[in-house]
């Protein structure tokens, strides 16, 4: 007689304690009333390898990247999308028919986010700024390039990191000097922090946000605290604001329908199982 396996998942990462993705998937996995488990694995650089082609046979269906691996991850695949490729980095792995399967899905969270909490937003609408040319920066591009959005303004506290993203991304991305992160702001329609300043334990955003009209809609990706700098600038100025806690969350859908089967809804109720 054949045993049927729970199917387990994981984030793979060094640290990982941090993580909310333990609680995501655990609410889900509660609410769809699936047998499964998602662990966290703080996995040394030495051993990352090994671990990764070890734990298909161990019964995991797939895993969440985080830092310092979504690079690496391109390299260790099998199978790497055109969307993972593009970026730079996977965050989202499958493992089926005997080969690891990379993509990125942190471009899809972070529309998917902007789509639910401003509704009214039209890419098409003007310029995005985006602040800030790391990892998450190169998926926020490709992410508002594909959408339609007609022009970008980047900047970058080291402008040669900004400069080498307009050279793979295109003329729709301009780039300008961090002492001039204020002004760009004026006459764009989207606004996106992609930079770590700002969140618990970083330097504050100290970018001049005079230009800020209600009219704009206003995102930042970090989520400690919910309310940043920006966002609460914004908000006071009368622009639509949205949390990076969204990003995380629609970031992660795609993931779980993969390796459970079912396509879980983000909602206040898993909003609410992520910040407890």
């Not at 060094?14 to 996995?43: C, E, M, N, Q, T």
């Not at 082609?53 to 199978?79: C, H, S, W």
């Not at 704009?216 to 806690?245: F, H, K, N």
């Amino acid at each position: 007689m054949s045993l049927i396996r729970i199917p387990l998942a994981a984030v793979i990462g060094s640290p990982v304690a941090h993580s909310r993705s333990p609680r995501l998937f655990s609410h889900w996995l509660r609410k769809y009333g699936i047998p499964g488990h998602y662990v966290p694995l703080d996995v040394p650089e030495d051993k990352l390898e090994e671990t990764i082609r070890l734990l298909p046979q161990l019964g995991f269906v797939g895993l969440n990247v985080t830092i310092p691996y979504k690079e690496r991850m391109i390299e260790l695949a099998d199978k790497v999308s055109d969307r993972a490729q593009m970026i730079g980095a996977a965050n989202t792995l499958v493992f089926k028919d005997g080969a690891i399967h990379a993509d990125n899905t942190d471009g899809y969270g972070f529309i998917e986010n902007l789509h639910q909490g401003a509704p009214n937003w039209q890419p098409e609408a003007g310029p995005a700024v985006v602040f800030g040319a790391g990892g998450a920066a190169r998926a926020v591009l490709a992410a508002l390039i594909d959408v339609g959005v007609p022009e970008i303004r980047l900047t970058n506290r080291s402008r040669d990191r900004a400069e080498q993203l307009q050279a793979e991304f295109g003329d729709v991305v301009q780039v300008h000097d961090w002492l001039q992160a204020g002004n760009i702001i004026e006459g764009s329609a989207t606004v996106v922090n992609t930079t770590s300043l700002g969140m618990t334990g970083k330097p504050e955003f100290r970018v001049p946000l005079d230009a800020l009209e209600p009219r704009m809609v206003v995102t930042d990706i970090v989520y400690t605290p919910l309310q940043t700098r920006l966002l609460l600038e914004a908000e006071a100025v009368g622009c639509t604001v949205v949390d990076g806690l969204g990003m995380l969350l629609h970031q992660a859908v795609p993931g779980f329908e993969r390796w459970f089967g079912t396509r879980p809804e983000v909602d206040e109720a898993t909003r609410a199982a992520v910040l407890r």
